[in-house]
């Protein structure tokens, strides 16, 4: 047995799946990275949405002086099943190395050029079928990051921290939802990675920490979060007090590594309209002090 593999999927998932008819069908791979010394963070996607003909790619590099956006939603010439095809583009490409195991991140610009290699260093959980409406499937993995950054003026900065990463597919639709929480929380011995959906009067919460040992499921989660004073209001700080399922109790506090650590995405619909929140965060343990790095995100609706 392939103890990279978890419960219920086989190293075929990697790949891309058979899309169903339905609009916004959606298979996408995500990546993050946090290195603390050098001051750098960032996230990366890219989304295959084969029957609206089109692909999305996204990059996100955060720097202590300047963030490297890129953001593009190209048509596709047509649906290749093939990775190696569909998962790049001229700037941005993800390489398969070794199912549930390892990854290669590259981006390339006129200002830079960024490669990362993501390892998973806690067993891949699988969330199961329909944890979510957003999916109808997802898995995510705790890993290492290592790599490096090349400015256009011959500087080189070296990567080294912890990251998360993810794959989904099913039909994704934003609106459905009044809001949700997402978090991934990285310290030096065990991670956690929660999703918390509001949907008119149903809340659902699906998520587990991580550890050398294996995957708890998280049995409860409460978040309490700050706003800024921009002009989005957006996300500055959470704190997350959440227990698994052998009853181990935390309280994490994140706050945005510099001001400018977060992107804000909206999606329109008829009557409203959608803001996605993305932070890059330090971690603190408020029970031991560890300090850790991770990703805080918050979507909410609103109507108009």
């Not at 997350?240 to 009853?247: A, I, L, P, R, T």
Request: glycine share 6%; proline share 2%; net charge positive.
């Amino acid at each position: 047995m392939n103890n990279n593999i978890p419960s219920g999927l086989n190293k075929e998932d990697e790949l891309l799946h058979q899309p169903t008819d339905e609009l916004k069908w959606r298979e996408s791979y995500y990546f993050n990275w946090t290195d603390l010394t050098n001051k750098i963070s960032g996230f990366s996607t890219i989304g295959i949405v084969p029957n609206e003909n089109r692909r999305e790619f996204v990059f996100l590099l955060f720097l202590e002086d300047r963030n490297e956006v890129y953001y593009k939603e190209p048509l596709m010439q047509g649906y290749d099943n093939d990775i190696n095809v569909m998962l790049q583009d001229k700037k941005l490409s993800y390489t398969l190395i070794k199912p549930f195991k390892k990854w290669n991140i590259s981006y390339k610009s006129r200002k830079l050029q960024f490669e990362i290699t993501f390892e998973t260093r806690f067993r891949t959980h699988n969330f199961g079928k329909d944890s979510s409406k957003s999916w109808h499937q997802h898995f995510e993995s705790s890993g290492r990051v290592s790599g490096k950054i090349i400015k256009n003026n011959g500087k080189i900065i070296k990567i080294n921290g912890y990251g998360q990463r993810d794959k989904s597919w099913g039909f994704r639709d934003w609106h459905q939802f009044d809001k949700w929480y997402a978090g991934h929380f990285q310290f030096k011995n065990w991670s956690c990675a929660f999703r918390k959906d509001y949907s008119k009067d149903k809340i659902d919460l699906s998520g587990h920490t991580s550890n050398n040992e294996g995957n708890r499921l998280l049995t409860s989660l409460d978040i309490k979060t700050s706003n800024d004073n921009d002009q989005f209001k957006s996300p500055i700080s959470a704190t997350y007090e959440f227990e698994d399922s052998e009853g181990n109790l935390y309280k994490i506090k994140s706050v945005r590594i510099f001001k400018n650590s977060f992107i804000r995405f909206t999606r329109d619909f008829p009557g409203g309209f959608t803001e996605l929140f993305e932070q890059m965060v330090i971690m603190k343990n408020l029970d031991t002090g560890e300090i850790g790095t991770g990703m805080m995100e918050h979507l909410r609706t609103s109507m108009t």
